[in-house]
């Protein structure tokens, strides 16, 4: 049977029941209530709590030192002593010891917020890209006196001095932590901005996602492929979670519903009878703000068997079987993304989607019902954000919650549902829109494929009565797909029709899913309910953490040695007074120099401590990156043809008998560095992968060419190399198709980090290029507008190729020795349509790179202008501002006063 919610008002581990429920003798103890006390109430004696008070945990300070926690976690957390205590165990006891500060304000948080009851925010997102989180507690904490305990608190300074004492380095410490393996790509990231900026804006707020055990996939090349092999970033456990094995949610999967004297399925008689039953066990994950005390939680699920080893069977030596049940659970979190490609995938993802929403609405609702408010007031006290469509059954979740478990009417319900959540999309591309076929999603959730029928049933309607001479609209606002070979559940309809508010995330974006895919629900709800949010990031992670030296000298160069300008970015505009100071210029190109240098020391080291980069030449070398997710879309292909023309170009200017001189006059120093993850089932992300390892085997051997040009893929990119690789950036590939990219964060966090762009006019590029000028920003290729005419000429006329590209095309067979190899990747573009539209925007590529290298070589006081003029007004695309958006205008939250 499908599980009920429990209305007990025993206490949950971590989250102390609301007022009118703590005695008032209770609350009058300063602190919080701690976690392993289920119940203290006025029949304690007041000596108890008064010594319970002066007893409780205290954060470290100059007085009560780092080393003094450091040294308890490395004996008794550990069971290790100074003869055994190593990097690991080092990073380990500094976790816990900062950790122990934070849970601190976390508890604070978390009894504030239940005291007071505002509304809160529940953030849901498949994918939550943290990276590491020693270095950007230590930073948060270092502004807001969390170690300290005062204003202008230390903490990284205690912790650092605090290691050297015991014989530690702090940078090497912090490069023992593995990057959570929760995210892939942008998607991931922006969700971990977002909490980042939710906790600095004191936003009552929880984040809800999954605990992979294997991440995404660890990415390893070998042979110049791609190799997926599980990334064990568990390996070691994982000391900034705190396993709430107290808080198991029973999942259901299958069965049937049972339904009784034949009521319709709107009516609250009916009763899912589930075939099999897993467990969602919660782990939290606390998330600090930055000049604040503000800790808000994530919280994320793993899977695990009601029973994890059938005795019977493994005693008459069914020893495979016996732990089946347990394998069968534990898969649901094992990937990111399991590969869909064929049926036993696509329904693992629906399981894995379907687990974790209805988990998540499971705290949700219980938590609701622990005030005793009437469900009316339900969207009064919760906004439920959905992060792209991978969440979108938690509205189906609560209409069943609410019909089903607590008997509301169907109308009353979804009028419920319907003012608490919002929908972020984030593409217009009809792939990532998912759909689930029809029999699939029948057979692992019946009454949900009901319930998506009724509501689809009454949603349409409503539309006949708007429209009622106008059929076409129904079949194209249906959730149900008609015309498909198997019909189809289309998930992004579902979550439009379900949600108060739809926002893209940048301007052209919401514009085109107002006027493309969800051009007839503009018709039926008109414009207001949609509306754009255009993407930002935190600049605490993406410039203190990832380019401290950069941080500090925008803070010396606009009179804020504090750097609060990281809490309001717009003060970076001032930093435009400097672009033109030749002696600030020096100051700003060695900083780059430094990250540069710090990039090729990092290369050398994934080449086995080869020297791969003439460090006498990098002040005079450009560095060009594109590190990003693997698509045809973002169109890293055309940037590896790119990379092949001038490689043609500068061969032929030899063997024409220029001299190495000569030609670096026309292609001067670059170094082209790619990274990024294919999904493991995509072939032809994969051929470019392949392609890109291909042509730096040759190019990076060719002596001819000397240093003039290399080419490095960087494998397993994440976070942390992303923060190493960003600030070391002098050019940045940001260039899809126009029309295809949703908005794009990482071009935000190249500019903020002083690198300039090279890019189409798509995604959030259009908006960067308002915000810092049009003269600091490398534009090229045709319009979203243009696109789909340029296609449509492709697949119904012969549209010759340009000679640039017709050349790369033809000589891609001399980069490897197996001939044809790269055929599918020319075939696309010279005989299957082109559909990303290379050929008709290579030209203009190519010329856009000439322009850069004559600005980057000869003109360098000009480009170091450019790159300080961009930085100064990157401000608007601080996550923060994002927050305050989504606060006003969509969630109708306030910040929680200290």
């Not at 696509?346 to 894995?352: D, V």
């Not at 607590?406 to 319900?413: C, G, P, R, S, T």
């Not at 494929?449 to 106008?470: G, S, T, Y």
């Not at 990039?599 to 401590?609: H, Q, R």
Request: charge should be neutral; include cysteine.
């Amino acid at each position: 049977m499908a599980p009920s919610f429990s209305t007990s008002n025993d206490l949950i581990r971590g989250e102390p029941r609301s007022p009118q429920h703590v005695p008032r003798l209770t609350r009058r103890v300063s602190g919080f209530l701690p976690q392993e006390i289920k119940t203290i109430d006025a029949s304690i004696p007041l000596r108890s709590r008064e010594l319970w008070e002066k007893n409780s945990i205290q954060k470290f300070n100059e007085e009560n030192g780092f080393a003094k926690k450091f040294v308890g976690h490395v004996e008794t957390s550990l069971a290790r002593s100074m003869y055994n205590c190593d990097e690991l165990a080092a990073y380990e006891a500094t976790s816990l010891s900062v950790r122990d500060n934070l849970l601190i304000d976390w508890n604070r948080t978390q009894q504030k917020i239940t005291t007071r009851e505002p509304k809160r925010v529940y953030y849901l997102s498949l994918e939550f890209l943290m990276g590491r989180a020693l270095d950007n507690a230590l930073i948060n904490m270092s502004s807001n006196g969390k170690c300290g305990d005062r204003e202008g608190g230390t903490s990284r300074e205690f912790v650092k001095k605090g290691l050297d004492d015991l014989g530690f380095n702090l940078e090497t410490v912090l490069k023992r932590e593995p990057d959570a393996g929760l995210g892939n790509g942008g998607l991931g990231r922006l969700a971990a901005c977002f909490v980042d900026s939710m906790a600095t804006k004191n936003i009552p707020a929880w984040g809800y996602g999954l605990r992979y055990e294997y991440g995404i996939f660890a990415q390893k090349i070998i042979n110049g492929y791609q190799v997926e092999t599980p990334d064990y970033w568990l390996n070691s456990g994982n000391p900034w979670e705190i396993e709430r094995t107290e808080i198991q949610v029973p999942i259901t999967f299958y069965g049937y519903v049972d339904r009784a004297n034949g009521d319709t399925t709107t009516l609250s008689a009916s009763q899912w009878v589930g075939g099999e039953r897993v467990l969602a066990v919660a782990h939290d994950f606390p998330v600090p703000g930055f000049k604040t005390n503000t800790v808000n939680n994530l919280r994320l699920w793993k899977a695990k068997p009601t029973t994890e080893f059938d005795f019977a069977k493994f005693n008459s030596g069914d020893y495979k079987n016996s732990v089946d049940q347990q394998q069968r659970a534990e898969s649901i979190t094992a990937v990111l993304y399991p590969n869909d490609n064929f049926t036993e995938g696509k329904e693992l993802r629906l399981k894995q989607q379907y687990f974790w929403c209805a988990a998540s609405l499971h705290d949700i609702v219980r938590r609701f019902k622990k005030s005793k408010r009437p469900w009316r007031e339900f969207p009064d006290k919760i906004a439920i954000q959905l992060n792209d469509t991978h969440p979108t059954l938690a509205i189906v979740e609560l209409q069943r919650i609410l019909v089903d478990l607590e008997k509301l009417d169907w109308h009353e319900a979804w009028d419920i549902v319907t003012h608490t959540f919002a929908y972020t999309n984030h593409t217009v591309m009809q792939e990532a829109l998912e759909k689930w076929p029809i029999n699939l999603f029948g057979n692992l959730l019946p009454r949900h494929l009901e319930i998506i029928f009724d509501v689809n049933w009454f949603f349409l309607q409503e539309v006949h009565k708007k429209f009622p001479k106008d059929t076409e609209i129904l079949r194209n606002v249906s959730i149900i797909e008609e015309t498909s070979p198997e019909r189809q559940v289309r998930m992004a309809f579902l979550a439009v029709i379900g949600s108060h508010h739809v926002n893209g995330v940048a301007e052209l974006h919401s514009q085109l899913i107002r006027t493309t895919i969800f051009k007839d629900f503009a018709k039926v709800f008109g414009n207001k309910k949609f509306t754009n949010v255009t993407n930002g990031i935190t600049p605490r992670r993406w410039l203190k953490q990832a380019n401290p030296k950069l941080a500090a000298l925008i803070g010396e160069a606009i009179s804020d040695p504090e750097q609060n300008y990281l809490l309001n970015m717009s003060k970076l505009t001032t930093l435009a007074e400097k672009a033109s100071d030749y002696e600030f210029q020096i100051k700003w190109n060695s900083v780059k120099e430094q990250n540069k240098l710090r990039l090729a020391d990092y290369i050398k080291e994934l080449n086995g401590g080869v020297e791969v980069i003439n460090r006498e030449h990098i002040r005079n070398t450009l560095f060009d990156i594109q590190v990003k997710r693997m698509h045809e879309y973002k169109r890293q292909q055309m940037n590896i043809f790119g990379v092949i023309y001038r490689y043609f170009c500068m061969k032929d200017m030899l063997n024409a008998g220029k001299t190495i001189e000569e030609v670096a006059v026309k292609y001067p120093r670059k170094v082209s560095i790619f990274g990024g993850k294919s999904a493991a089932g995509y072939y032809m992300a994969k051929l470019v992968i392949r392609l890109i390892n291909s042509v730096a085997e040759v190019i990076n051997t060719d002596r001819d060419i000397q240093d003039l040009l290399k080419v490095f893929f960087i494998p397993d990119y994440n976070v942390s190399k992303a923060e190493i690789i960003i600030p070391a950036s002098d050019l940045s590939e940001h260039i899809s198709t126009a029309g295809t990219e949703g908005s794009g964060t990482s071009n935000m966090k190249f500019v903020m980090n002083g690198g300039l762009i090279i890019g189409t006019v798509d995604g959030a590029n259009i908006e960067i290029t308002r915000e810092i000028g049009e003269d600091n920003i490398f534009l090229f290729g045709h319009l979203s507008e243009s696109v789909e005419d340029l296609r449509f000429k492709h697949q119904y006329n012969h549209v010759p190729l340009p000679s640039s590209l017709e050349r790369v095309l033809n000589g891609l067979d001399d980069f490897t020795e197996f001939k044809g190899e790269f055929k599918p990747l020319t075939d696309s573009i010279k005989h299957q349509g082109d559909y990303y539209i290379v050929s008709d925007d290579f030209d203009s590529y190519i010329a856009t790179h000439h322009l850069v290298d004559e600005t980057f070589h000869h003109s360098k006081h000009e480009w170091i202008k450019k790159s300080i003029l961009s930085v100064a007004n990157i401000g608007f695309f601080s996550s923060d501002r994002c927050i305050d958006e989504y606060a006003s205008t969509i969630w109708n939250v306030e910040p929680l006063s200290s």
